[in-house]
């Protein structure tokens, strides 16, 4: 009795142990996104006279007014507006292009497999894992050749490319473990290659579709890299635009004013996150095959 | 004129041959179970027939026609897969009609169809729900009728059973045999169940490795099988195969068998041809003996056998007792509270049951 | 499946072909056709703009010879080595602590994953001003009555590549904890009952049972987070962009700059070069295995 009574005080205190260690670890995460929320909220003076952490004194939006459409990026001063449709206007065609392909590459590559239906896919498979840095300078040759140099259409055909390669993987992940008997009844029924992909298949996929959008979404919403290196001026998507902000240096620097920025180039994938984080996940974890 | 001919069909994947130079034919009406172990190309033969596997060598006939090059839509058969391969995003309704909307067949047509094959399916008050929402035996209806409203000319199935918890699968069993002597339709159905096999089937091909053993109506392969693979898959507890040598007085054989602890047994009065009698006097065969054959010795059975039970297994309506027999493990079907474990008891036999094989070839012996 | 392999050879065996055909000639030439045009560059003379003098190994060795590049590969080994340790355990610890029937388990994987869905621009900016000696973390404690503390990393070339291994671990181990705990969540609970029948305490059971079991997540991780360090260029850039001086120069950010700021192509070129085999030795390697025991299973 008395033993029983100890060991359930212990597990007692076991359980107290990991709530508060996973209590404080969620405050540590959760810090940087308080830091940037009350800094963006707070008028420039109060930041500097000391004011970090705690909430505003004085409530003001001025910082976000700023970062939206006053801010100066390189000569520029339209905040960040402009550079926030250049991203809408890259990501939407990019992901639909890259989705759309990656399921029809899926289908191909689990039900209608052909001798090296694995080596293509490998193929794809290693440019989820390609280090940009080794194709940057072709790309950009070969984008000047086409005269997308710096365009956003440029820029889609870019992401759409290797994009592909992800929707491919979700893709052919998923429809693997449909059954190939769904494929053999509808042959017997009749149909044919693109109405068994629209009328059976296709139904079935609605959750990797999401999980292929919302990755794709993720990815060329938060890109740099190919922002940085094929687009100049009031082409650049919105990173570019924020770590331009950042950066500049002239003048008192108006921390509130980057914060809000931040938080303006955040909130697109963080408001996706909040909404479909089950599917975020799924897409986060589909890079480790087994998991 | 048969409505399905298979004909020296060939099966192989580059170097691996699954199926060698398979000849079956059915009539009309006919119910062909191919009978195997996962392995045996059963299933590989079906989906040949189906169409969803290419013929490496060989003809199949339908109706007459060769198929060997038409698509499945083409061949005039429907299928019943073992997932049921229902599609999980259409209701009931659009399951059965999908094959009839491919093919254009007009909307009233489609109802009417879609109507019968769910009367008669008892599956109308379902039409309007999504697979997810079916249990395992309706959704196998729902495949069923899937398949009836084609109206072919060939019924295959394969497995549609094996996803059935024990008691369904016995129903829809009875289910399957009602509906083909209702519709009359030709059947080619796929199982590794041999149960299934024998009481569906009017025709049973049991496979292993690719070919046919034994191809005949099922009490015929239970009473009289092919070879030694034959016995032991069908009948369960499967037929005892007891090593003996015969010896030969006239026109019947005797076997003499091994009893451990005991002086040889000699199970006499088997008859045989007269080849057979002539060839194997004083061989090694093997005696095949169904647990059934065995019974407990009185006087009006004859000569008896003396051994010891090992183990007694109470089933209910029998009594399975299972001893040694010729240095092998044997199994006897007893009437119930007749056998005791650790007991010596006198069986007698059925020698008119009896079958014999060959010790090298493991085929039967006439 | 092999009946599909058969179906299409015979039915229509060109059409599934034809169509991937589009995908599979884009990625061929922009991945391999491109990484090819990369590696032709790295041996000419290429400063601006592509030249095709063929001037054999010169750029490697010009690459090696460069002081900066020695800095990036050291800075490269020291986060690498951090990051993945860190976020590796820090991952493994959370999965535990949430496998153990929390009750606001979801909000709490949530908050721990958020980073994710982060641009690292954002992370970097985030960071930044969170390091800020003057306004930031240090100000915060020294009001706060430790007036000695110190955390101005980010200003010290000595510390300086630390703060990218704070934010980067900060934006990651929750990828590592999602993987760990999705492992986690498929290892068969009988096991872990049999051992407890055993008698064995539960910090016995996760070493010597459960952490093993992990064995192909914990792969996964390292693999898809060495991935991650190796093109990591975003967070440099935007954290301390190289600095102070060259303190945290990366592979990736020495590339840029080489082939777009410094008109050094070819030694950009040569870079990316070693990047990429870099990558490659870790990741076919792995992909190998991976579709290999798919096959199996």
Known sequence: MAEALSRSGKARLGRMVVYGCLIVVALVYLMPLWVMVVTSLKPLDEIYSGSFIGLPKVLTFDAWRAAWSEACIGTECTGLKPYFVNSLLMVIPAVVLSTGIGAINGYILTKWKFPGANFVFGLLLFGCFLPYQAILIPMARTLGLLGLAGSIPGLVAVHASYGICFTTLFFRNYFVSLPDELTKAAMVDGAGFFRIFWSVILPTSIPIIVVSCIWQFTQIWNDFLFGVSFTSGSNSPITVALNNIVNVTTGRKQYNVDMAAAMIAAIPTLVVYIVAGRYFVRGLTAGAVKG | ?366 | MSASTHMSSRLAGWLPRLVVAPSLLIVIVTVYLFILWTGVISVTSSKFVPTYDFVGLDQYVRLWATPRWHTAVANLFIFSVLFLALSTGLGLLLAILLDQNIRVEGALRAIYLYPMALSFIVTGTAWKWIMNPGLGIQKVVTDLGWTTFRFDWITDPQMAIYTVVVAGVWQSSGFAMAIFLAGLRGIDNSVIKAAQIEGASLPLIYRQIIIPMLRPAMLSVIVLLSYIAIKSFDLVLALTNGGPGTATELPSTFMFSATFRRNQMGVGAASAMMMLMTVAAIIIPYLYSELREQKNG
Do not use: W
């Open chain 2, 1 to 366: 004129m048969s409505t399905l001919e298979i004909d020296r069909v060939r099966k192989a994947y580059g170097q691996l041959e699954v199926l060698k130079e398979v000849s079956i034919s059915i009539g009309t009406g006919d119910f062909l179970v191919l009978l195997g172990p996962s392995g045996c190309g059963k299933s590989t033969l079906l989906n040949m027939i189906a169409g969803l596997e290419t013929i490496t060598g060989g003809e199949i006939r339908i109706a007459g026609k060769t198929v060997n090059h038409l698509s499945p839509k083409d061949r005039d058969i429907a299928m019943v897969f073992q997932s049921y391969a229902l599609y999980p995003t259409m209701t009931v309704r659009q399951n059965i009609e999908f094959g009839m909307k491919i093919r254009r067949i007009a909307r009233a047509d489609r109802d009417k169809a879609v109507k019968t094959a769910s009367d008669l399916l008892q599956i109308t008050h379902l039409l309007n729900r999504k697979p997810s929402q079916l249990s395992g035996g309706q959704r196998q209806r729902v495949a069923m009728g899937r398949a009836i409203v084609r109206e072919p000319k060939l019924f295959l199935f394969d497995e549609p059973l094996s996803n059935l918890d024990a008691k369904l699968r016995v129903d829809m069993r009875t289910e399957i045999k009602r509906l083909h002597a209702r519709l009359g339709t030709t059947i080619v159905y796929v199982t590794h169940d041999q149960i299934e096999a024998m009481t569906l089937a009017t025709r049973v091909a049991v496979m292993k490795d690719g070919v046919v053993q034994q191809l005949g109506d099922p009490q015929a392969v239970y009473d009289r099988p092919a070879n030694v693979y034959v016995a032991r898959f069908v009948g369960s507890p499967a037929m005892n195969i007891v090593p003996a040598v015969l010896e030969v007085e006239g026109t019947t054989a005797t076997a003499v068998v091994d009893v451990a602890r005991r002086p040889a047994a000699r199970i006499g009065g088997i008859s045989l041809s007269v080849e057979g009698l002539r060839r194997y006097a004083g061989e090694k065969v093997l005696v095949g003996i169904r647990p059934e054959n065995f019974s407990i010795a009185s006087a009006a059975t004859g000569p008896s056998l003396t051994v010891d039970f090992d183990v007694v297994e109470p089933t209910g309506p029998d009594t399975l007792a299972v001893f040694q027999l010729g240095g092998v493990e044997v199994t006897a079907r007893l009437p119930p509270r007749q056998a005791h474990a650790r007991r010596e008891a006198a069986l007698a036999v059925d020698t008119t049951k009896i079958v014999l094989f060959d010790s090298e070839t493991e085929t039967r012996i006439d």
